[in-house]
T-cell receptor, first 113, second 117 residues
Framework: GENVEQHPSTLSVQEGDSAVIKCTYS??????FPWYKQELGKRPQLIID?????GEKKDQRIAVTLNKTAKHFSLHITETQPEDSAVYFC????????????FGKGITLSVRP | GAVVSQHPSWVICKSGTSVKIECRSL??????MFWYRQFPKQSLMLMAT?????????EQGVEKDKFLINHASLTLSTLTVTSAHPEDSSFYIC?????????????FGPGTRLTVL
């Protein structure tokens, strides 16, 4: 991975609404795209990931979409809840023994009750 | 499964002292471990990649003589911050990857909060 841009940097939504966070990347060789949720002072937790051979993946209220042509991938959270409030990081990596994750700068999601 | 622990969870030390942080994969063998540093309200910055039985690979700008990494076994990697100074105060997080690199997934430890006085 080379560079991952994440935007917006902050997002505030009303409880029950949907939240969408987008990341763009520059390395065309990247083929693994995870999303992490990090609560204050805690470890990043993998919430969903996608590989380049699929365009979309869903897990209950969370989904990720990937557009390899445009080099961007997005996290979709539906029916947001206050406990979804956290910092979300996207990342990307190539497959292989020397693979390492490159993280975006993170977005602070606030869900207003 | 895939649990990674770190010890200590927090440490306060005086300037000039050295601090060792341990990262353990509890239920799987980690051929590769990664060390990250995270300053407040910032992203995770990779410091180095540690492979069992070989020298760590440091990222650009990370002093290898200051941040000593040892990956002595498939379940343990240590990071030693030598001659720590206040600017080294940060949240240090390790992660571990299993023996199938094709899967990429890294499992993170709970982090170590280092405060240098």
């Amino acid at each position: 991975g080379e560079n991952v841009e994440q935007h917006p940097s902050t997002l505030s939504v009303q409880e029950g609404d949907s939240a969408v966070i987008k990341c763009t990347y520059s390395d065309s060789a990247s083929n693994y795209f995870p999303w992490y949720k990090q609560e204050l002072g805690k470890r990043p937790q993998l919430i969903i990931d996608i590989r380049s051979n699929v365009g979309e993946k869903k897990d209950q209220r969370i989904a990720v979409t990937l557009n390899k042509t445009a080099k961007h991938f997005s996290l979709h959270i539906t029916e947001t809840q206050p406990e979804d409030s956290a910092v979300y990081f996207c990342a990307e990596a190539e497959t292989g023994a020397n693979s390492k994750l490159t993280f975006g700068k993170g977005i602070t999601l606030s869900v207003r009750p | 499964g895939a649990v990674v622990s770190q010890h200590p969870s927090w440490v306060i030390c005086k300037s000039g002292t050295s601090v060792k942080i341990e990262c353990r994969s509890l239920d799987f063998q980690a051929t590769t471990m990664f060390w990250y540093r995270q300053f407040p309200k910032q992203s995770l910055m990779l410091m180095a990649t540690s492979n069992e039985g070989s020298k760590a690979t440091y990222e650009q700008g990370v002093e290898k003589d200051k941040f000593l990494i040892n990956h002595a076994s498939l379940t343990l990697s240590t990071l030693t911050v030598t001659s720590a100074h206040p600017e080294d105060s940060s949240f240090y997080i390790c992660s571990a990857r299993g023996t199938s690199p094709a899967y990429n997934e890294q499992f993170f430890g709970p982090g170590t909060r280092l405060t240098v006085l």
